[in-house]
């Protein structure tokens, strides 16, 4: 069988999802079917808004379903009816077994992570967050519990101590697209040795889903600590303190390690071109930021208009 044979289900939603749907479509592969979020009200007019895949899916006249529910019985029958070979979900919702075992080549999965490290909600965010230097993405088929399934391919990528969550989602989503199309074919090859997560012994980073408290910058950390949060959080959610009590989500910073002289958390400030803050060895130097209820700015157009004593 060939790739333009193997019919293929394709499970997803954001913009992420769209790179790995466009490099089997690129790749010609056969899809039978796209299966995305159904449309949801979004912005000021809590307008109608359509997930990335599904507009990627309408303009390239693919089969499209929207299902509420995954346990529907009239999505059930839906599926059942286009014989998928296999189905390949990226950046999707929790499946049920049902219609993750419904294909007789399973279903695979494109994790942002080297598996079994950084199971989870979000692998890119915490590999920056702890200041790994390395991270990748892996192809592996879904079982019962959540990113445990049998590795099928891995592609390693770099983390520079610049590289900020967003820059590597967008590295990330090409990879992943490469590296799945690599794996589909390697599968009808038989050239891939699927390999259990169990014999990859080592001790586990997790990568559970980011919450308020995990944005916070507490300032009694040391200046790489808040440096990897800072850039583990940017662009989206994005790390955050306070000044003068009001919210300040921080982009982008400078490390600045040095023996502190003042309090910490304490701000610093020329109410030029510097404001920085105290942590438990240096200082961290403000570049890129957005004050509650304005837009977001270079420190330099922020301390034009705000200053502090």
């Not at 449309?39 to 006249?61: C, F, H, I, Q, W």
């Not at 080297?114 to 967050?129: F, K, S, V």
């Not at 399934?149 to 592609?155: A, K, N, S």
């Not at 001790?203 to 583990?232: E, V």
Request: a neutral charge; one cysteine or more; proline letters at 5%.
């Amino acid at each position: 069988m060939t790739l333009s044979e193997l019919r293929i289900v394709f499970l997803g939603t954001p913009a992420f999802a769209v790179a790995s749907l466009d490099a089997l479509v690129k790749a010609r592969a056969n899809i039978v079917g796209v299966v995305t979020a159904p449309d949801k009200p979004a912005g000021r007019g809590m307008k109608l808004t359509e997930s990335a895949v599904k507009k990627y899916a309408v303009e390239n006249g693919l089969h499209l379903l929207q299902p509420e529910k995954l346990k529907n019985l009239d999505f059930i029958q839906q599926l059942q009816a286009l014989q998928a070979d296999v189905q390949v979900v990226v950046a999707f919702r929790m499946l049920p077994e049902v219609v993750w075992n419904m294909p007789p080549m399973g279903t695979i999965n494109v994790h942002g992570s080297l598996l079994p490290q950084y199971r989870g909600a979000a692998p890119i965010n915490w590999a920056i967050i702890n200041g790994d230097s390395v991270t990748g993405v892996t192809t592996f088929k879904l079982q019962h519990a959540i990113d445990t399934g049998d590795i099928l391919l891995q592609t390693k990528i770099a983390i520079s101590e610049e590289e900020t969550a967003g820059g590597l989602h967008d590295n990330m989503m090409e990879v992943g697209a490469l590296t799945l199309v690599e794996t589909i074919n390697g599968l009808l090859e038989g050239s891939l040795q699927p390999i259990s997560q169990s014999e990859l012994t080592t001790q586990l980073q997790h990568a559970p889903k980011i919450f308020t408290d995990t944005c916070k910058i507490d300032w009694h950390q040391s200046c790489n600590s808040i440096y990897n949060l800072i850039r583990g959080l940017s662009p989206y959610p994005a790390a955050f303190s306070f000044i003068k009590e009001k919210k300040l989500k921080i982009f982008a910073c400078e490390k600045l390690i040095s023996t502190p002289h003042h309090s910490i958390g304490e701000i610093v400030t020329d109410n030029k071109s510097c404001l920085k803050f105290c942590c438990s060895d240096g200082y961290i130097s403000l570049k890129d930021i957005q004050l509650e209820g304005k837009k977001r700015m270079g420190i330099e157009e922020f301390l034009r208009g705000f200053k502090l004593s």
